[in-house]
């Protein structure tokens, strides 16, 4: 592969992973798999979280397509894509990590953005985290956050409609 392929399936890798995050959060996090992400949703004083579990299935992912890319593993039926969509998904793994779990949640270091579009990621996640339970809900995504007004807006619709059991400090 040239070196303009390579950079081009990393980076579509790493884009397209924004998506599988956003539907693996709304569909199976917030539905047969809340087992596992319901201690996200709720005060504790761990270090670490079921939710962790998740993190560890993106691993998986990547280090698949490692090893389907991988002659060594493969031989001659290596796929060399692999190699490449494997460091897409470890460096949205890496994001992931440093926005959510660093940023938005504070696990690894104590910073408020003040403006700008990180401020922006906070409020959206905040937002997600403003229903009780796992019906409802808004931005499913880590990486691309919609305008927090109209998330409000939407959780405001949410209540109204009986979908999702809103907190009282927000909408």
């Known amino acids: 592969m040239s070196i303009f392929a390579i950079l081009a399936t990393v980076l579509a890798s790493v884009i397209a992973m924004e998506f599988v995050a956003w539907a693996s959060h709304k569909y199976i996090m917030h539905g047969f798999g809340w087992g596992w992400h319901r201690d996200h949703h709720e005060p ?3 270090a670490l979280e079921k939710n962790d579990l998740y993190g560890i299935v993106g691993a998986v992912m990547s280090i698949s397509m490692f090893a389907i890319g991988s002659p060594l593993i493969m031989g001659a039926s290596a796929w060399e894509p692999g190699t ?3 460091l897409g998904i470890l460096f949205y793994g890496i ?3 440093l926005i959510h779990d660093g940023l938005v949640h504070q696990r690894y270091f104590k910073y408020v953005p003040k403006r700008g ?3 922006r990621l906070v409020q959206a996640h905040k937002l ?3 229903t009780i339970g796992k019906q409802g809900g808004v931005s499913f995504g880590f990486v691309f956050a919609r305008d927090p007004a109209k998330l409000k ?3 405001k619709q ?3 409609a009986g979908t999702a ?3 009282d400090a927000v909408g």
């Open 44 to 46: 504790h004083n761990n």
């Open 84 to 86: 490449w969509v494997g």
């Open 95 to 97: 994001i992931y990590t």
């Open 117 to 119: 579009y990180a401020k």
């Open 128 to 130: 997600h985290h403003a």
């Open 153 to 155: 807006a939407e959780l």
């Open 158 to 160: 949410q209540r109204e």
């Open 165 to 167: 059991v809103v907190r």
